[in-house]
């Protein structure tokens, strides 16, 4: 009987090899490619020339050892890194360690169900991920990561087991024990800050020892603290770094510094400042070959003579990159003896300062600059209140002799500058940022938008100018330069942008090469019109993210051709860089770059832009759950407001009165299906058709106030967002009151947003790239409480 010989299976084709590793959800290889097309023996070699060659052309890409993907391809679940925020609001992530040459997919990040608080940028997060149609991924998060902190901050709890600590950093993977004896007569529910205790167990929960009693969860310091905390903030200075602060002293002789005691040179400060590293003064030029020119300063306290390269001051500033300011709290980047003392521009006392003469013509153009290391003397600390109402006529407390001799230059000087500006065509927006109003005993009273003066615009104009001249100086020595750049926006970005303005009868030509001065140009005709915040807010979210480099790119919102940070070294470590720089170059002393600082420029550029990263977002997170504490009184009541972000989880919504900003979950709307229509920032309801617009007038009734996470939730009320007074005067009779147990009991809120949580994980499961849809559940669902910034 003959032989039967199994027929041979044929050789795959490419077309048949990627169709394969397309429908593979996560990255395979050779091996897994020959088994699925029973290749073996010498067929192999073929195979893997195969592979090589459409590596070769781009089609495929290498994502692990001997493991290929489609390019742009993610695994279903991996490890993403949070990275920004799109113009929708929206937190998006990124693959942590992306080699390829092509740009990382999108990777939407949906709000973490287990907890309302905001994902930090940097943040690494153990995600599942969805692919969408249009290439993008929706991330759901299975674990966030983080490693335990040496310093811990969490709410302290009593039960017959003993003492607990329940970190408020949702990143936390435990509870701690605190034993009696290590608990300083800690009291049930409340806030501690506290310490690892050395342990050498394997097994069982880490034991802590409290170091600090704060206080109740609802105060106002508490909330910051959370914030701070949440964020990785370094709050504590090294030992080394706090002595170093107190053996600083005062210059006491010349030397070869320029004196500049007798000028007349003011501090323009905020009321509530207590550190002054800026002075500024003006006075016209004396030159006939610039008629109607002007002469002006600015001073610059000399923080590099205190804080030399290397020193454990400089180490701690680095670490820290920048001060942290929040509204009841300031994180300085040096110790309080220099910042509030030996670095500030006091009145009346001699400072050791870096600065630069500006020679400008009549329209603002600069002419010539010049830089020293001097020694000056403040002649006033004046606030911008007191600067606006003396150039407006009324004296008040600066005194006549100030008016002539220093407010007016001022003003000349500064209505040059703003021609100049106005001539190069800035990007002019016009946003509302909000104040956090406390009271003498720290709590709050009000929230309210933060007045712009020209007072305030002047000494913008100063510093900026300061600032060209600085990175124009260190071009000119050729000396390492740690400019502060601001890429074009993303054309993406601008095409989605004019999209919604040409619908608004706003049309931004396509194609152009966008400028700064045609953005403005729309602000200005919408200056008029009801929508005109939601186009400014719209025109801010197209916008890049300005960052530090030591690469020059020019700045886009400014239309400058070389920018960097000079004004401010007591709280910005660029600053101080850029004053080490110009010591080295202009040889001004001993204390300026080490001769090899420039190989570690661009490491440092990185470093420092995520410290701003993480102090902005520490500051925004803290002005959020300060406004929550503030709302907290008035759970029930109806307010008008402004639909501020459209995604595909509800809507964000902007109260006027407060400037809040709560969300609307996608389920609480009126009962039908809703498609996200990405590019025109939109919902719309497929049955009825209710479409819900970015810059939509609403009235929101407050559902939901949770200051420990600073989360509001809203639901729409029918109606154009008029008066509510009757209804919020019955309604405000049946609000739980602020503070109440009830309100703030840790362990029912945590509840109650797990609760949420699973709700919202039943809901939306199936989504489309640019739609989202979402039946409408029971009246009481409720979604995450605070937008993504």
């Given at each position: 009987m003959a032989k039967i010989t199994p027929k041979a299976t044929p050789f795959p084709s490419k077309e048949k090899v990627l169709a394969f590793i397309r429908e593979s959800t996560t990255p395979v290889g050779k091996r897994e490619i020959a088994r699925a097309f029973r290749i073996k023996g010498?067929?192999?070699?073929?195979?893997?020339?195969?592979?090589?060659?459409?590596?070769?052309?781009?089609?495929?890409?290498?994502?692990?050892?001997?493991?290929?993907?489609?390019?742009?391809?993610?695994?279903?679940?991996?490890?993403?890194?949070?990275?920004?925020?799109?113009?929708?609001?929206?937190?998006?992530?990124?693959?942590?360690?992306?080699?390829?040459?092509?740009?990382?997919?999108?990777?939407?990040?949906?709000?973490?169900?287990?907890?309302?608080a905001a994902f930090a940028t940097?943040?690494?997060?153990?995600?599942?991920?969805?692919?969408?149609?249009?290439?993008?991924?929706?991330?759901?998060?299975?674990?966030?990561?983080?490693?335990?902190?040496?310093?811990?901050?969490?709410?302290?709890?009593?039960?017959?087991?003993?003492?607990?600590l329940r970190p408020t950093d949702r990143r936390a993977k435990s509870d701690f024990v605190v034993r009696s004896e290590d608990s300083r007569g800690a009291v049930h529910g409340e806030l501690v800050v506290a310490t690892l205790k050395p342990s050498h167990r394997r097994v069982g929960l880490r034991e802590v020892r409290v170091l600090e009693r704060v206080g109740p969860i609802d105060t106002p310091r508490s909330l910051s603290l959370i914030a701070l905390y949440e964020h990785d903030v370094p709050m504590a200075f090294s030992r080394e770094t706090e002595d170093a602060a107190k053996a600083a002293t005062a210059v006491e002789t010349l030397g070869s510094r320029d004196d500049l005691r007798n000028l007349p040179l003011v501090t323009i400060d905020g009321s509530d400042a207590r550190d002054f590293d800026d002075a500024v003064w003006?006075?016209?030029?004396?030159?006939?070959?610039?008629?109607?020119?002007?002469?002006?300063?600015?001073?610059?306290?000399?923080?590099?003579?205190?804080?030399?390269?290397?020193?454990?001051?400089?180490?701690?500033?680095?670490?820290?990159?920048?001060?942290?300011?929040?509204?009841?709290?300031?994180?300085?980047?040096?110790?309080?003896?220099?910042?509030?003392?030996?670095?500030?521009?006091?009145p009346g006392v001699d400072r050791p300062c870096l600065a630069v003469h500006m020679w400008i013509d009549t329209d603002g153009n600069p002419l010539r600059h010049?830089?020293?290391?001097?020694?000056?003397?403040?002649?006033?600390?004046?606030?911008?209140e007191q600067v606006q109402d003396a150039h407006n006529g009324d004296v008040g407390e600066i005194g006549s002799h100030l008016i002539d001799l220093v407010v007016k230059p001022l003003y000349g000087a500064y209505q040059a500058l703003l021609a100049a500006r106005e001539k190069r065509g800035t990007l002019e927006l016009e946003l509302t940022e909000r104040r956090v109003v406390m009271d003498d005993a720290g709590m709050i009273v009000a929230i309210e938008p933060r007045e712009r003066l020209d007072s305030h615009k002047l000494i913008e104009e100063f510093m900026i100018s300061a600032n060209v001249a600085a990175a124009t100086e260190l071009e000119r020595l050729n000396r390492p330069c740690m400019y502060r750049i601001h890429e074009q926006p993303d054309p993406v970005k601008i095409e989605a942008l004019s999209a919604v303005l040409a619908s608004m009868d706003l049309p931004l030509a396509r194609g152009q090469v966008i400028r700064p001065k045609v953005l403005t140009q729309v602000l200005k005709k919408a200056s008029e019109r009801p929508e005109k915040p939601m186009i400014?807010?719209?025109?801010?979210?197209?916008?890049?993210?300005?960052?530090?480099?030591?690469?020059?790119?020019?700045?886009?919102?400014?239309?400058?051709?070389?920018?960097?940070?000079?004004?401010?070294?007591?709280?910005?470590?660029?600053?101080?860089?850029?004053?080490?720089?110009?010591?080295?170059?202009?040889?001004?002393?001993?204390?300026?770059?080490p001769p090899d600082a420039a190989e570690t420029f661009e490491e440092t550029a990185q470093h420092?832009?995520?410290?701003?990263?993480?102090?902005?977002?520490?500051?925004?997170?803290?002005?959020?759950?300060?406004?929550?504490?503030?709302?907290?009184?008035?759970?029930?009541?109806?307010?008008?407001?402004?639909i501020n972000g459209v995604t595909r989880f509800g809507l964000f919504v902007t109260l006027d009165d407060s400037g809040a900003d709560g969300l609307v979950p996608m389920s609480s709307l009126p009962d039908d299906r809703y498609d996200h229509i990405e590019a025109k920032h939109c919902l719309v309801g497929r049955r009825w058709g209710r479409v819900y617009r970015l810059g939509d007038h609403v009235a929101?009734?407050?559902?939901?106030?949770?200051?420990?996470?600073?989360?509001?939730?809203?639901?729409?009320?029918?109606?154009?967002?008029?008066?509510?007074?009757?209804?919020?005067?019955?309604?405000?009779?049946?609000?739980?009151?602020?503070?109440?147990?009830?309100?703030?009991?840790?362990?029912?809120?945590?509840?109650?947003?797990?609760?949420?949580?699973?709700?919202?994980?039943?809901?939306?499961?199936?989504?489309?790239?640019?739609?989202?849809?979402?039946?409408?559940?029971?009246?009481?669902?409720?979604?995450?409480?605070?937008?993504?910034?």
């Open positions: 010498s067929n192999r070699i073929p195979l893997k020339a195969m592979l090589k060659e459409l590596e070769r052309e781009g089609i495929l890409e290498s994502r692990e050892k001997k493991k290929v993907m489609q390019p742009g391809h993610l695994p279903p679940v991996m490890v993403i890194e949070v990275a920004d925020i799109d113009e929708d609001g929206e937190q998006l992530a990124t693959p942590p360690d992306w080699d390829s040459e092509t740009p990382p997919p999108r990777i939407f990040l949906a709000p973490d169900n287990r907890s309302r940097g943040e690494q997060v153990l995600a599942r991920l969805t692919r969408n149609e249009d290439g993008s991924y929706e991330a759901h998060t299975i674990r966030r990561l983080g490693k335990t902190p040496e310093r811990i901050l969490g709410i302290y709890e009593r039960s017959s087991e003993g003492g607990r003006a006075e016209s030029d004396e030159d006939s070959n610039n008629p109607g020119g002007w002469h002006l300063m600015v001073a610059i306290a000399d923080v590099a003579h205190y804080v030399t390269a290397g020193s454990p001051l400089d180490r701690d500033a680095y670490k820290r990159g920048n001060s942290t300011y929040l509204p009841n709290q300031v994180v300085p980047m040096l110790p309080e003896e220099l910042s509030n003392g030996w670095c500030s521009l006091k010049r830089f020293v290391r001097g020694l000056m003397r403040s002649a006033a600390r004046l606030t911008y400014n807010e719209m025109i801010l979210r197209a916008q890049s993210q300005a960052v530090y480099s030591p690469e020059n790119i020019g700045h886009f919102g400014l239309a400058l051709s070389r920018y960097a940070h000079f004004t401010s070294p007591i709280r910005r470590y660029a600053d101080l860089l850029v004053h080490r720089a110009l010591i080295s170059g202009l040889k001004l002393g001993d204390d300026g770059l420092i832009s995520k410290t701003e990263r993480r102090s902005s977002a520490a500051e925004r997170d803290a002005v959020d759950r300060l406004t929550a504490a503030f709302m907290a009184d008035k759970v029930g009541r109806i307010f008008p407001g402004r929101a009734r407050l559902m939901e106030a949770t200051p420990v996470t600073g989360g509001l939730v809203l639901k729409l009320v029918e109606g154009d967002g008029g008066d509510h007074e009757d209804e919020n005067a019955e309604l405000e009779t049946s609000a739980p009151a602020s503070g109440s147990a009830s309100a703030w009991d840790p362990l029912k809120k945590s509840i109650a947003h797990k609760k949420l949580g699973d709700r919202r994980a039943r809901g939306g499961k199936k989504r489309t790239p640019g739609k989202t849809s979402a039946r409408k559940k029971s009246p009481g669902s409720k979604g995450p409480g605070r937008r993504p910034k």
